[in-house]
């Protein structure tokens, strides 16, 4: 048994496209080499789906994560959006430390970060499109 990783760019139509996780890596780690033009300056959804294996044949959807790539005008990732994107996941812990006040005060900072950081950086998909993402994990419309 073992995981994979599967990402899918879903376009403005629905429609899937499979992006190899190295390039994805490739992407998130600022090569110079790679960029996805087709999206230059666009915000893009994709899905990140972690699944099991066994005798490399996808057996069971571990998670999927929809999220969006925002890319610059070449293509690459926006370096700006990334830095606000890091900053506002930064708020997503709560207090480690009791601060001192009240008893009744309830510090919840982190749970307005979540509803803030969830509104701009996740997506939901339909009840089809998330259909399409689980066919195509298990071979049903030929990415396998």
């Known amino acids: 048994m073992g995981i994979g990783l599967r990402i899918f760019l879903v376009n403005d139509d629905d429609s899937l496209e499979r992006l190899a ?3 994805y890596d490739r992407l998130l780690r600022r090569n110079r080499e790679e960029c996805l033009p087709q999206y230059a300056g666009k915000r893009v959804r994709y899905a990140l789906v ?3 294996v066994e005798n490399r044949i996808p057996v069971e959807i571990l998670k999927i994560e929809y999220n969006y790539l925002f890319l610059d005008s070449e293509g690459r990732i926006d370096a700006g959006e990334e830095e606000k994107e890091r900053r506002l996941a930064v708020d997503l812990f709560p207090p480690v430390l009791p601060e001192e006040q009240p008893r009744q005060v309830i510090d ?3 749970l307005f970060a979540k509803k ?3 509104a701009k ?3 939901r998909p339909s009840r089809e499109l998330e ?3 689980v ?6 419309n030929g990415f396998f």
Do not use: L, T
């Not at 066919?135 to 049903?140: C, L, V």
């Open 21 to 23: 996780v190295a390039r």
């Open 50 to 52: 972690a699944y099991e």
């Open 108 to 110: 919840a900072k982190h």
């Open 116 to 118: 803030r950081y969830d």
């Open 121 to 123: 950086y996740r997506w």
């Open 131 to 133: 259909a399409a993402i």
């Open 135 to 140: 066919r195509a994990i298990f071979g049903k």
